[in-house]
C-alpha cells in the first residue's frame, strides 16, 4: 500500500497550486484524508482533512479561505488546491489516510498510512 504525493514545484507569491495523492495497493474507499506540512526546520503541521465521502472538511487556519481539499468520488486521488500561495506556505507536504472514515481532526497519530512528501517552494 502506497500513497504518492505529487504536484509540488516553484511558484510566485499569489499563485496557485494543486497536490495530488494517489494510491496503490488497496482501494481506499472508506478512508478519512489529510494533509500536513513540515517547514524546514520546523514541526510537521496540519493542514487540511476530509471524511470518506467528501461531505465534510476541516482547515487550519492558516490556510482556510485558501486551500480546498476534495476527492471526486471515493475512488479518485484526493486533491489540495492551493490559492494565493504565499512564502510562509513553503514546506513539503505529505498526504495521510485513515481508517477512521469520518475523522477530520489534526492528530498525527490518527492517520495510519502516509506518503513520501511534495515540495512547495513559494517566492516573494
Known amino acids: 500500500v502506497q500513497l504518492q504525493a505529487s504536484g509540488g514545484g516553484l511558484v510566485q507569491a499569489g499563485d496557485s497550486l494543486r497536490l495530488s495523492c494517489a494510491v496503490s495497493g488497496r482501494t481506499f474507499s472508506w478512508y478519512a484524508w489529510a494533509w500536513f506540512r513540515q517547514a524546514l526546520g520546523k514541526e510537521r503541521e496540519f493542514a487540511a482533512a476530509?471524511?470518506?465521502?467528501?461531505?465534510?472538511?476541516h482547515y487550519a487556519d492558516s490556510v482556510k479561505g485558501r486551500f480546498t481539499i476534495s476527492r471526486e468520488n471515493a475512488e479518485s486521488p484526493v486533491y489540495l488546491q492551493m490559492d494565493r500561495l504565499k512564502p510562509e506556505d513553503t514546506a513539503v507536504y505529505f498526504c495521510a489516510a485513515t481508517l477512521s472514515s469520518d475523522y477530520v481532526g489534526g492528530q498525527e497519530k490518527e492517520y495510519e498510512y502516509w506518503g513520501q512528501g511534495t515540495q512547495v517552494t513559494v517566492s516573494s
Open positions: 476530509i471524511n470518506w465521502s467528501g461531505d465534510s472538511t
